[in-house]
């Protein structure tokens, strides 16, 4: 079942103790965040007193008791894409969302699969759908997911992986 706009953003929201992704891709094409980019590659930067949306939702997860975290698997050189989605990290780990970076450079694939998904309460996985070139396409609700395999992917994500404050100081 694909989940687009307000389903997706109800479905989402309505998770009861944790959300957790696995980002694989080194582009993202969002049109959303295509002023944002720009401006980046212009050289400006966040302010620190930067909030946003997410963080706002990001904050009352926490708030209600629930997780939200991410491993976004990276190999260097970084691409431009990835180094202004980390601008945005630093102030989403300040709001609570737990990110980690999991770098593959000169190392062999631990055993991940070939898409991005959000898994929920261990038990929901929602499929992410991209173009090559990173543009989203959809999202896909799965049916009777393999969660004891989702959860291996995530285990082996989590197992390399550094929380993003730690991997941008090194």
Request: no cysteine.
């Given at each position: 079942m694909r989940l687009e706009g307000s389903d997706w953003r109800d479905f989402f929201?309505?998770?009861?103790?944790?959300?957790?992704?696995?980002e694989l891709h080194p582009v993202y094409t969002m049109p959303q965040e295509a002023d944002e980019l720009a401006r980046y590659l212009a050289g400006?930067?966040?302010?620190?007193?930067?909030?946003?949306?997410?963080m706002e939702r990001v904050?009352?997860?926490?708030?209600?008791?629930?997780?939200?975290?991410?491993?976004h698997v990276v190999r260097r050189p970084l691409t431009e894409y990835l180094r202004f989605e980390f601008e945005y990290y630093r102030p989403h780990c300040k709001a609570?969302?737990?990110?980690?970076?999991?770098?593959?450079?000169?190392?062999?694939?631990?055993?991940?699969?070939?898409?991005?998904?959000?898994?929920?309460d261990e038990k929901h996985v929602v499929k992410m759908l991209?173009?090559?070139?990173?543009t989203q396409i959809g999202r896909e609700l799965i049916d009777d997911?393999?969660?004891?395999?989702?959860?291996?992917?995530r285990d082996l994500a989590l197992d390399g992986a550094i929380p993003f404050p730690e991997y941008r100081q090194g």
């Open positions: 929201d309505s998770y009861k103790h944790s959300a957790w992704r696995l400006e930067r966040l302010p620190d007193d930067y909030w946003s949306g997410w904050t009352g997860y926490i708030a209600s008791g629930r997780t939200i975290g991410r491993v609570g969302e737990d990110i980690r970076i999991l770098d593959l450079t000169d190392k062999p694939d631990p055993g991940l699969p070939d898409h991005d998904f959000w898994m929920f991209y173009r090559s070139d990173g997911p393999d969660i004891e395999q989702y959860k291996v992917f």
